[in-house]
């Protein structure tokens, strides 16, 4: 099949399968024409890579998950390492966003939102230092 039907079968787009194919995620075959032929093992590989990414899995993630999954010998527990490893991010980042709903939350309760021009949130945010 062309690229325009592994993107309509995978749910990616045809963008992103020559970006996966130039980062050597993918290698489909090549007719004689030069075009790009995907069997059924590269489509496999394009909805494994298009769930992963849903997940969030990071390229270099999804490569190393890429490796096991081909990998017959692999065991269990180094996918699961990944996937913890992963896991601890998105409960990193849910921590991280729970803390800014109750600071944003905070602000907002404190401003009367009013006409007079003094503003507890603009104020607050002046007080608040990001963090890296």
């Not at 079968?9 to 090549?30: H, V, W």
């Not at 601890?88 to 309760?109: C, F, G, P, W, Y």
């Amino acid at each position: 099949m062309n690229i325009g039907e592994a993107a309509e079968q995978s749910g990616l787009p045809a963008k992103t399968i020559r970006y996966y194919e130039d980062i050597n995620l993918i290698k489909p075959l090549r007719d004689s024409n030069g075009y790009r032929a995907f069997r059924e093992t590269e489509l496999h590989k394009l909805r494994f890579l298009a769930r992963a990414r849903a997940l969030g899995f990071t390229i270099e993630d999804c490569r190393t998950l890429l490796a096991l999954y081909e990998d017959e010998t692999r065991a269990s527990a180094d996918v699961k390492q990944v996937a913890n490893e992963h896991l601890a991010k998105i409960e990193a980042k849910i921590a991280d966003l729970n803390a800014m709903r109750q600071t944003l939350s905070h602000l907002v309760n404190a401003c009367a939102g009013d006409d007079r021009p003094d503003c507890p949130i603009l104020a607050g945010l002046g007080r608040i230092t990001p963090q890296s």
